[in-house]
């Protein structure tokens, strides 16, 4: 299978051409061999190390360096300096452990002020970066737009300079490609071993850079390896230079081949798992006509492709007739993506599959871990349905009409029951802060919140305005004029700043001038500079100004002058169950006596300077769009502010964040119906100092946070502490280095949390009955380590040092979409938020009729217990014909005292077996005790004695699915 293609050579006709065709190969195989020539010494750059070297020296070294697939495929990327000039050019090969693209390299050279040579473009200066994810983080932090004309394409850093010098100018700079090796198989599709190099699939490479390839990579390869390596084509125009190539005996004939050539029909190779729907459609090989339908909207569509792109389309999923190698670039797209990936030999040559693809038949992908896939078709009602499925619920806002509102309210005074209420006048961030105080955390001194109230006059005369822009096809159909009616001139300037994006933007002022501002809303928002600057620049009522100032000067008049004052967005559309918005919106500082301030540019931050600036970031161009996306209604937000004294910087000895989850499930009577996991579990993540874990600046990018993990198992053991990583950049970290958390500080705040989350479900429950009351809460949970001295006060006393508890929101998810209706069923409530599918049993019998309501949850979740056999949250029966007379009740989850499904968890098919609580058992209407389906057969009995045995078979309904759910349904239909 590996051997080349034999393909005739055609005779020639007179001995001439015949002598100048034997000149003409001895010539090749020469340059192929290499001259003898010693390679340009390689700059040392003072020392900078590029994570490349020059050759590769054996088999091991060569695995050392490589990026090993799930499959054992290794691939090595190289780059081939000054290609074709003899005196300059050199190989360098890619270390895959630091490098996944080859263009990372470059960059990576450059942005650390070190050239590269062959390369005109200049290096940057001024950074030292110690790894491309610094690199990353860096650029997407710094929000403006990347440096060296790269772009950011599907979360990673790309330079179309890079591939221009590569690939495709007629004299190429640089040569790069990837050494593949395939090792031996046997087994049911048996494989020779490979080794062999291949090209970016856009480059049109031509016979005399192919022989040069080949020569220079030769030279830097053991012979193991340059003795038996082949070039693999995998573009149209490649397979057809391999063709030429091989018809007319090129010495290279029997190291050409293909990716076509060497898959084996009905192997299968999964790359990224995964499970989908979609609509399988197959590429066409032209490559004009394959450009044209990837133009099309296609992200519901599952691709088949007969070769591999180096670009991957919208797609729901990925399969390849030819196998891909592990730093391929659809590979690792389609992985930071997550669809579903994978190789099938022979999958075009499939009738039935070319069939579906013919009519663009939407089918189910399910590619596993262990290699294992399938794809059958379903029917455009079932995938009508798992669309409807797949969309999110909009989350459900609790709006209060602000009218009725106080402008401010002290948190120190709410009460915790009126926490659900809350979320609809200040916000989930400040409702938090009740929780916190109903806990007993030490949280911010004097919290105050200003409601939504004040935003809502404010906002008031420009709401017409802001929903005429919002219905308007020219803003709801392009980003750009939402970015720049949001955000502004300015903003826009920043983030598309490209000579083409400037014209567009000229084009869209001249078509919207500001004659037409009456009219025309984009006009009247242009004229604006965009919503943000229009909510800044309109004057507060001076009425709403001298009572909010009132109420903060009554509140916080204690601090001291200097001590600023954070006024933190508490939007109604944040911290509310399944939309969390964390990172939305703007927090600012503001100060009481903002003309008192040593430092010229606090100066301008007044109480109201703060405020509007808050609000104003209720329409910044990133919420808006996660907004959208979930299906929200903007008009419908509000925005309040939370206000407590600022965090100085020079005061904190630590920050971070933690994940904090709670399971009270074993509590909640009834059967234990799942083994029960920890009791509590904490993940932290924290930094030193002010240096912030979330966001840092460029110059502590790679600055890793400590990771701590503190496990609660049950009341009679103690917490387990575990130290997961130590703070700092990774080189730089030392196993004696002190943590920034000791076991001490770390067991305080797992106690905290713990009274917290505690708190919490007490409050989500106080509006549940017992059978629907959640039992789990997973927390997220901010906090501040501060010195001696925090906050500032106008008397100079100094509060101790301690840490505080900043801000608590939950990271459950809403009620999935569809399950809605069983809201009223007896079913735990965190159970529902993860439920995969919920099923209604019915078991009929001539006598006994029994329902039985049961939940899966999902097995893609944080493991609750029922992904493998379900929770029985619900049963109902009526049998007659018993000894002892009619038996008829309905029973929740509260009143079992076992249940099991015999070896569902091994596979087995569903079956039940069913204890009732013994009080529950003798009350009247009930009178049995145990309940028993299996196999069609029901019994029935009560104090170990058979009252009834009946063949009662079930029927399912299915209530509710999740997407995933519903695709594992129609699988094993």
Not at 269 to 293: C, F, H, T
Not at 921 to 943: P, S
Request: glycine share 8%; proline share 7%.
């Amino acid at each position: 299978m590996l051997d080349a293609r034999a393909m005739a050579r055609p005779p020639l006709s007179a001995a001439p051409a015949w002598l100048l065709a034997m000149i003409l190969m001895v010539i090749v195989i020469i340059s192929i061999s290499g001259c003898p020539t010693t390679a340009p010494e390689w700059p040392e750059d003072d020392g900078f190390d590029d994570h490349t070297f020059a050759r590769i020296d054996d088999r091991a070294h060569f695995d050392a360096h490589a990026a090993i697939g799930v499959t054992g495929a290794a691939a090595l990327k190289f780059v081939i300096l000054d290609f074709g000039e003899p005196k300059t050019q050199q190989i360098r090969y890619l270390d895959a452990r630091f490098y996944e693209f080859h263009d990372q390299w470059y960059w990576f050279r450059l942005l650390n002020g070190v050239p590269v040579p062959g390369s005109r473009e200049r290096p940057v200066s001024g950074h030292a970066f110690a790894t491309v994810e610094e690199i990353v983080d860096w650029v997407q932090t710094d929000k403006t737009t990347p440096p060296l004309g790269m772009r950011m394409i599907d979360g990673r850093l790309y330079s179309d300079h890079f591939y221009e010098i590569s690939i495709r100018r007629e004299r190429r700079v640089l040569g790069i490609g990837t050494i593949v090796h395939t090792p031996a198989r046997t087994g049911e599709h048996p494989r020779d071993e490979l080794w062999g190099f291949e090209l970016e699939y856009s480059d049109a490479v031509d016979r005399p850079a192919l022989e040069l390839f080949f020569a220079t990579l030769r030279g830097s390869l053991p012979a193991e390896i340059a003795d038996n390596l082949r070039y693999i084509a995998r573009s149209p125009s490649q397979e057809q230079l391999v063709a030429q190539l091989q018809s007319r005996d090129h010495p290279l004939a029997k190291q050409l081949t293909s990716y076509a050539e060497l898959a084996i029909p009905g192997e299968i190779e999964v790359y990224n798992p995964g499970l989908i729907a979609g609509r399988l459609r197959k590429l066409p090989s032209d490559p004009q006509q394959a450009a044209k339908v990837l133009t099309e909207g296609n992200a519901g569509v599952i691709w088949m492709m007969g070769s591999v792109p180096d670009e991957l389309p919208a797609a729901a999923g990925l399969l390849t007739a030819v196998p891909q190698t592990p730093l391929a670039h659809v590979n690792l797209l389609a992985r930071n993506r997550g669809i579903p990936n994978a190789y099938i030999g022979g999958l075009l040559e499939d009738a039935h599959l070319d069939q579906l693809s013919r009519v663009h038949a939407p089918v189910v992908l399910l590619a596993q871990p262990d290699g294992e896939l399938t794809l059958e078709p379903i029917t455009e009602a079932d995938y009508a349905r798992w669309r409807g499925l797949a969309r999110q619920r909009q989350p459900t806002l609790s709006r209060v009409d602000p009218s009725t509102l106080p402008y401010a309210l002290d948190l120190d005074r709410e009460v915790a029951s009126r926490v659900p209420e809350l979320r609809g006048i200040i916000g989930g961030k400040a409702a938090g802060f009740v929780v916190l105080r109903a806990a007993g955390a030490t949280m911010p001194d004097r919290p105050l919140a200003i409601t939504t109230r004040a935003y809502a006059e404010h906002l008031a005369p420009l709401r017409p305005l802001i929903a005429d822009v919002l219905g308007d096809p020219g803003f709801t159909n392009d980003p750009r004029v939402r970015y720049l009616l949001l955000e502004g001139r300015e903003a826009f300037d920043q983030r598309f700043a490209s000579d083409a994006d400037q014209t567009w933007a000229k084009q869209l002022a001249a078509a919207h001038p500001p004659n037409k501002a009456k009219r025309d809303a984009i006009a009247n928002l242009l004229v604006r500079d965009g919503i943000k600057r229009a909510i800044r620049d309109q004057p507060l009522s001076a009425d709403v100004h001298a009572e909010l100032e009132a109420a903060l000067r009554a509140h916080f008049g204690s601090f001291a002058a200097n001590q600023g004052l954070r006024f933190r967005s508490s939007s109604t559309v944040e911290d509310v169950e399944g939309f969390s918005g964390a990172g939305l919106y703007d927090s600012n500082t503001g100060f009481l006596q903002a003309d008192a301030q040593a430092d010229e540019s606090d100066r301008k931050k007044t109480v109201a300077w703060a405020m509007q600036k808050t609000w104003a970031s209720y329409w910044s161009w990133e919420a808006f769009e996660e907004r959208e996306l979930a299906g929200i209604d903007h008009l419908a937000g509000d925005m309040a502010v939370l206000v407590h004294a600022r965090f100085e910087d020079h005061l904190e000895l630590s920050n971070g964040v933690l994940t904090f989850t709670l399971d009270l499930s074993a509590d909640r009577g009834g059967a234990q119906q799942a083994a029960p996991g920890p009791r509590a579990s904490m993940e932290v993540d924290v930094q030193r100092g002010a240096l912030s874990v979330t966001n840092p600046p460029p110059e502590h990018v790679g600055e890793l946070p400590e990771v701590d993990r503190v496990v609660w198992r049950g009341a009679d053991q103690h917490p387990q502490i575990e130290r997961v990583q130590r703070a700092g950049k990774p080189s730089e970290v030392s196993a004696s280095d002190a943590y920034v958390l000791d076991d001490a500080a770390l067991a305080g705040l797992f106690d905290e949390s713990l009274a917290i989350a505690a708190r919490w479900i007490e409050i989500e429950n106080q509006s549940l009955p017992r059978p629907r009351a959640r039992g789990r809460v997973t927390l997220d949970i901010e906090f501040r380590e501060l010195d001696a001295g925090w906050p500032a006060l106008a008397s100079g006393s100094r509060s101790a040092p301690r840490m505080i508890i900043k801000q608590v929101r939950s990271l459950d998810p809403g009620v999935p979409a569809g399950a809605e209706q069983l809201l009223t069923q007896p079913v735990p409530r965190d159970l529902l938020l993860f439920a995969d599918r919920i099923e209604k049993r019915s078991c009929r019998g001539p006598h006994t009729h029994v329902d039985l309501l049961e939940l899966w949850t999902d097995p893609m979740t944080p493991s609750l217990g029922y992904a493998r056999s379900p929770f029985l949250a619900r049963v109902r029966l009526q049998a007659h014909g018993l000894a002892g007379g009619l038996r008829q009740f309905d029973l929740d989850h509260l009143d079992y005292a076992a249940v099991t499904h015999p070896n569902m968890e091994l596979g087995a098919p569903w079956s039940v077996e069913l204890v009732l609580d013994g009080g529950v058992a003798n009350t009247e209407g009930v009178g049995l005790d145990r309940l028993e389906a299996r196999d069609g057969l029901l019994r029935v009995l009560f104090g170990g004695k058979l009252l009834s045995e009946e063949a009662a078979p079930c029927g399912v309904e299915v209530l509710y699915a999740s997407p995933d759910g519903f695709l594992r349904s129609l699988i094993r239909r």
